[in-house]
């Protein structure tokens, strides 16, 4: 097993320290430090690609892009022709304005034959199937997995080599490499790291969504 590096995370801001605090300097909340392993791995990683050497941009060659349709024209357009091989895309808004109804319809029209896995720590298979069936949806390649725990879910992802992934929705997923509560910014930065980096090792496009409400407190001023 590799060697984990520690860093300690402020879970009200995203602030980080060597040390733990009891007070956070950028954001003065009490008791919001908890600790963050980092995979010493990722830094072995990052250093085998600092060696990398220049070359001339006019020599570069580069395969074209394939995309997929998202079945959706405008949905399409705006993300530039399609959906990109292992691309990560966000889909954010407020509750009830129809994120999951979407996102169900893409799973529909997306020209695949393979597997699209549909992953909900909120609904259960019930509940998605009735919307579904409102929708009249009923291809044989959607599959529901009901998982709240980013490990399992890249198992499954492994074994199960779908084209989509959706994550339904982000808040909901967790590591139990770090000590907060599912939805904080530590836990939201592990999983979306790890699932950045699975998309691209493994090929695979997610969609994730994010439940935002109408004036996230802890998110105004951050980058997530
Ligand atoms: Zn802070």
New binding site residues.
């Given amino acids: 097993m590799a060697k984990a590096k520690a860093v300690f995370v402020?879970?009200?801001?995203?602030?980080e320290s060597s040390k733990w605090l009891g007070k956070?300097?950028?954001?003065?909340?009490w008791n919001?430090f908890f600790e963050q392993k980092l995979d010493t791995n990722v830094a072995t990683k990052k250093k085998e690609k600092e060696t990398a050497k220049s070359v001339a941009l006019k020599n570069v060659e580069y395969k074209e892009i394939s995309r997929i349709s998202t079945g959706f024209g405008e949905l399409d357009r705006v993300l530039g022709g399609g959906l990109v091989d292992g691309s990560l895309i966000l889909i954010g808004g407020e509750p009830g304005i129809g994120k999951s109804t979407l996102i169900l319809q893409i799973c529909d029209k997306i020209k695949t034959d393979k597997i699209v896995l549909y992953v909900s720590g909120e609904e259960s298979a019930e509940q998605i199937k009735l919307r579904a069936d409102r929708l009249k949806i009923n291809k044989n390649n959607i599959m529901f997995y009901g998982e709240t725990d980013i490990d399992l879910i890249e198992s499954e992802i492994e074994e199960k080599k779908p084209e989509l992934v959706i994550i339904d929705s982000i808040q909901t997923i967790f590591s139990d490499k770090v000590d907060s509560i599912p939805g904080s910014i530590g836990q939201l930065r592990e999983i979306t790291s790890r699932i950045m980096r699975m998309c691209k090792e493994k090929k695979v496009t997610t969609i994730i969504i994010r439940t935002c409400n109408k004036r996230p407190e802890t998110l105004q001023d951050q980058e997530y």
Avoid: Q, V
């Avoid at 402020?10 to 602030?15: P, R, V």
């Fill in positions: 402020c879970n009200n801001c995203g602030y956070c300097p950028a954001c003065n909340e919001t």
